[in-house]
């Protein structure tokens, strides 16, 4: 639902929630949410795409050392070929707000579409740069989702994961088409789907 607020002045026991990893022809889609401390305010936070790897690295521990709660959530590869990338976006947000270890008043949800939730929410479009717990949460998500492709780059090389952490770049279009889809490739993406089919 749309709410009549100013996102800047809701403080109290809100939780932002953002993604990474829609976009991807491989991996998980991973979400967050966290519930900021305005007692232990974090100075810096900002959409995670604006900012530097180190500085990520920097408020990621930030963030989980000062927030009044946070949780990384996520959809497998196997439940966005099932239930498509946007449905499984919604289920992802939805246990990131479901795991928070403190209940939110109100969830405010980065983009144009908010998951089933027990609490009121609001999605905010480009929330990740004017709400600062949507940023802290897309922060999150992005050091989290960042990291583990580094780990399956090791487990599945010649793709190039770690560089363009399974996005569709040239060279990761090239290598699916020399080496062909892995485990973790989302066969319902259309790239892969073509190396598929007979």
Request: one cysteine or more; a neutral charge; aromatic letters at 4%.
């Amino acid at each position: 639902m749309q709410l009549g607020l100013d996102f800047t002045q809701v403080q109290e026991l809100v939780a932002g929630v953002d993604e990474v990893g829609r976009g991807p022809l491989c991996g998980a889609v991973v979400t967050a949410a966290v519930i900021l401390d305005p007692a232990r305010p974090i100075h810096g936070l900002n959409d995670s795409k604006k900012l530097s790897e180190a500085r990520r690295e920097q408020l990621f521990e930030e963030i989980r050392e000062k927030a009044l709660a946070w949780c990384i959530a996520r959809a497998e590869v196997e439940e966005i070929d099932r239930l498509n990338i946007l449905q499984a976006t919604l289920l992802a947000m939805q246990r990131a707000v479901e795991g928070l270890s403190v209940t939110p008043k109100l969830a405010l949800i980065d983009g144009n579409r908010c998951p089933r939730l027990s609490v009121p929410s609001a999605a905010v479009v480009k929330g990740d740069s004017q709400v600062p717990a949507i940023a802290a949460a897309s922060i999150l998500a992005k050091v989290s989702r960042d990291r583990e492709m580094q780990q399956l780059d090791l487990q599945y090389p010649g793709y190039g994961i770690a560089g363009h952490k399974g996005y569709p770049t040239p060279v990761h279009l090239e290598a699916l088409r020399r080496l062909g889809p892995t485990p973790i490739h989302r066969r319902s993406f259309a790239p892969v789907r073509a190396l598929l089919e007979p």
